[in-house]
């Protein structure tokens, strides 16, 4: 099966330190151009699922100790991330679905608890309700707060055209942890965490909130600023600096080899489906079978029990390809999208610099309003780039531990599915069946 190979491609993936104090490997959190490269080192043909075998090992055998077991599983082992002591004093969930139908339109909302130890918090717990559109707004405020700041990526719409009912459970449910999984990870974020907009979102109820929304600016403010930013956009950055050209490059990558792999997980996962739905269904008929032929019934239902096993061991691996890796994948696929975003908002800032300071250079306003304009710009482009670069390796490091983590995990749930059906299989003595006479 393709499963494993995916599987075994995490060690192209695993991007950073090295495990347990190993030697460091290339694209770390040390220089970005050299994490361009071996970021994920993928085969460009989508079609090339071999791009996951080439190097069955999780990583470089000579950063190990030459003591380490050599099992597969203790080896995974070996590379897994101790869990660091956790300080949080912000709690959220997301729960509950409900379904609310109006005259117009039919939406979903989700109840979020929210329960903290803060002194900025008026209680230490609270209840509301949002529906999608209010997440939207919140990202939309964290952007316009904090546009050099990596936010984490709200999962798609996703309307799909033709469907009788818009809201089934699976597609709620695979928001609803979407939705729980963007307000955690604001939550440990060290800047996000103390925004006012996101207390305001985990604390006011629906008709504060919508009092709340209308004090933003206007349409006229917020139509200038879209036309600013198209005008930077048109212009481009002249002069990026040499580490940012390095981190557009790793983003450009990176947003490549991600994709890739999304596709092929997902292939991978509907393949297994296939693949279930038709084992399931050759128990029955050797048990059906068994009744016709005296000679055979104990081998026959011995074949049917194993198959009934192997079942049971196959689907719950789809689920922990569900649960565990295809979440994880995806997620970053949007961040890829989410990265880009973020380096428009920068360039767009330096735009706005070097604007100013060609119109100094010709003369072509006021010298000193422009003089005190571009030292203002100055400030906000160093925050920017500064906010930037700190929060690039923060993200690099989650990302880093994220994807081995679901990488790690996705090996080890191979192995104890192939040791579980071959231990079924060879538990069963089954005896081969007698060649059918001519």
Known sequence: MDGERLASGSSE?????????GAPIPGGSGSCSLMQADVLDLDEDEDDLEVFSKDASLMDMNSFSPMMPTSPLSMINQIKFEDEPDLKDLFITV???????????TFITYRIITKTSRGEFDSSEFEVRRRYQDFLWLKGKLEDAHPTLIIPPLPEKFIVKGMVERFNDDFIETRRKALHKFLNRIADHPTLTFNEDFKVFLTAQAPELSSYKKQGPGLLSRMGQTVRAVASSMRGVKNRPDEFMEM???IETFSQKINLIDKISQRIYKEERDYFDEMKEYGP????WSASEEDLVDTLKGIASCIDQCCKATEKRMTGLSEALLPVVHEYVLYSEMLMGVMKRRDQIQTELDSKVEALTYKKADADLLTEEIGKLEDKVECANNALKADWERWKQNMQNDLKSAFTDTAEENIRYYEQVTMNVNSRNLEPLPPISS
């Open 248 to 250: 557009n490059s790793f």
């Open 285 to 288: 008929i050797h048990i059906l």
């Open 95 to 105: 729960d509950a679905p409900e379904s609310h139908v109006t005259t117009i339109e």
């Open 13 to 21: 993936l695993a991007v950073g330190e090295s495990p347990r104090g």
